[in-house]
C-alpha cells in the first residue's frame, strides 16, 4: 500500500519522546520510552542523544538517570525536534525538484507546495505543552 506521507521512525521517534519527557516530572530513561512508544531501545537511545546534542535535553545516566527538557515545554516547537532529526523541511515548486518542466504548467498544480507548507505550519504552530493533558 503507497502512502503519500510518510514519518520517518525516527522523527517519530523524537516527537513522541519529547513529549513523554514533557509529561515527566523528574525525567524519564531510555527503557520507559522505549516501552511506551514501542521502539528499539537502541534507536530510541541514539535519537535522545542527538537532542541531547542539539540542547533539547538534559541527560543523567546511572540507575536514576533519564532525560530532562532543558527549555519549558511552552518553548519547544514539534517543527524544531523535527528538523533536530530529519534536517530542514525545504518547501519547493517541484516534487521532482527538476529544473525544467517539460510542461506549460505543472500536472500537480501547488497541491505538493501547499502539503508541505500546511504540514511546516502545523510542526512549526504546535508546542510540546499543547500535548501534555488528553495524550
Known amino acids: 500500500m503507497s502512502k503519500i506521507f510518510s514519518l520517518s521512525e525516527a522523527g517519530s521517534i523524537a516527537i513522541h519522546s519529547m513529549v513523554l519527557i514533557a509529561k515527566a516530572e523528574n525525567g524519564i530513561n531510555v527503557l520507559k520510552i522505549s516501552e511506551r512508544t514501542g521502539s528499539s531501545r537502541h534507536h530510541v537511545a541514539k535519537v535522545l542523544q542527538r537532542l541531547a546534542k542539539d540542547d533539547f535535553l538534559y541527560s543523567n545516566r546511572g540507575p536514576h538517570g533519564g532525560f530532562k527538557l532543558k527549555k519549558p515545554p511552552e518553548q519547544i516547537s514539534l517543527l524544531e525536534i523535527y528538523e533536530a532529526i530529519e534536517g530542514k523541511i525545504v518547501v519547493s515548486e517541484c516534487p521532482m525538484e527538476s529544473p525544467i518542466c517539460p510542461f506549460d504548467k ?27 493533558h488528553g495524550y
Open 106 to 132: 505543472c500536472i500537480f498544480g501547488n497541491i505538493i507546495t501547499e502539503m508541505t507548507q500546511k504540514f511546516k505550519d502545523f510542526l512549526d504552530d504546535s508546542k510540546l505543552v499543547d500535548f501534555l
